[in-house]
Structure formats: C-alpha cells, structure tokens
C-alpha cells in the first residue's frame, strides 16, 4: 500500500543552522509528493510540491527534489530561523489522486 | 488565508452526543476532503467528495457521515461521540482538474473534545 515515513522529531537547532527532515516513501505507480507546514494554533499550509521524478519544488528557502530511485522527498533549508519553527508534514498522493497520505510529521524548533 | 473556511473553531460536547461540523471550499473548487488530526493516529484521511458525490472513502467509521451540498459547502456528521473522537477536524478543498498533482488547500480546523 500506499506510506509516508519521516524522520521522527522533535528537531532543535540554532537560527541560521541547516535543516534537512528525511521523508521516504512507498507507492505504486507515480505519486505527487508535497511538503505541508502546520504553525502553532493553525491549520496546514502548502510548503511545496513535485509532480514528477527529479522535480524540485521550493518556496521560502525551502527545497526539497523528487528522488524516484530512493523514493525520497527530503526537506531542506540552508539557513533556519526562529519563525520556521512548526510541524513539517510530508505527504502524497496517489497515481489516481484524491486522498492525502501523510507521514507522521516533524516538529522543528529554532532558538535565537 | 486559503480560502477555506470552517466552524465552529471550537466545541465541546459530551459522549453519546451528535455535532455537525461545517466546511466551505475555495471558490471555484468543486472537491472537499475531511481528515482527522488526533495524537495517536496523526492525520488520516475520512471521506473526499466532489461536486456533490461521494468519490472516496477513508477510515471513516460508521458513526460519521458527509455530505456536500448544491453550494459546494460541505458538513461532516458525527454521532454517538466517544472520547477517542477528540481530535482536530480539517476540510481541505481542490479543484480535481489533475487529480494527483492537485494542491488541496487546508482550512483552520475545527477543534472537537468529547467529555
């Protein structure tokens, strides 16, 4: 079936450190991959996507790239700060869309 | 803000009892989707509808029903409450013109405890 796994939290780090959160994954056929942030209080935001292998999706220093031969969609940033502390929630969808599948989620904590 | 909006935010119910949860979707998006965000089971997915019709089905149990309505909006049932469905309740909404490479926007949630 269908999974997501990542990398088991809670992440602290120094402002201005590197970040990189571990997803793998196990899916038939070709899912789209995606990167959800969820804020303290708040409800789940879109990071980034890939559709595709070898895809990368990025937005707010934030990358991650559709590796297809290690089923991996790995989250990085090159330099976190305090106001990127949240919840980082890999996620896919199936070959014939619809449903979320999320890993377990991450939360990462930046101190000044 | 994505456009996605739900009430209540908050609500507070005793076991055994029934609420309706309330979800409107990003204009011009004809799916909605429900989930669940609890502790132990993390975020699983419980029912997709789209334009009115049931089009998927998660691990929803019996005792809770959707429906979407003409408008587009859609309300999720939930009846015969136990403490195990506390939890956080968010409706998500897409346009389904690309199936899997879709983006499903998220709403707040809404916030159930049973006690």
């Known amino acids: 079936g269908n999974s997501v796994t990542q990398m088991e939290g809670p992440v602290t780090l120094s402002e201005e450190a590197f970040l990189t959160i571990n997803c793998t994954y196990t899916a038939t056929g070709y899912p789209s991959l995606f990167w959800y942030v969820q804020y303290p209080g708040e409800g789940l935001q879109l990071l980034l996507k890939a559709t595709k292998a070898d895809d990368k999706g990025s937005n707010k220093g934030f990358e991650a790239t559709y590796r297809k031969e290690t089923t991996s969609f790995h989250l990085e940033k090159g330099s976190v700060q305090v106001s990127d502390s949240a919840v980082y929630f890999c996620?896919?969808?199936?070959?014939?869309?619809?449903?979320?599948?999320f890993g377990q989620g991450t939360e990462l904590s930046v101190k000044p | 803000d994505s456009g996605v909006t739900q009430t209540p935010k908050h609500l507070i119910t005793a076991t055994g009892q029934r609420v309706t949860l309330r979800c409107s979707p990003r204009s011009g998006d004809l799916s909605v989707y429900w989930y669940q965000q609890s502790l132990d089971q993390g975020l699983q997915f419980l029912i997709q509808y789209y334009n009115g019709e049931e089009r998927a089905k998660g691990n929803i149990l019996e005792r809770f029903s959707a429906q979407q309505f003409p408008d587009l909006h859609s309300e999720l049932n939930l009846s015969s409450l136990e403490l195990g469905d506390s939890a956080l309740y968010f409706c998500a909404s897409s346009p389904w013109t690309s199936g899997s490479t879709d983006t499903q926007y998220f709403g707040p949630g809404t916030r159930l405890t049973v006690l």
């Open positions: 996620a896919l969808t199936p070959n014939q869309g619809g449903k979320l599948i």
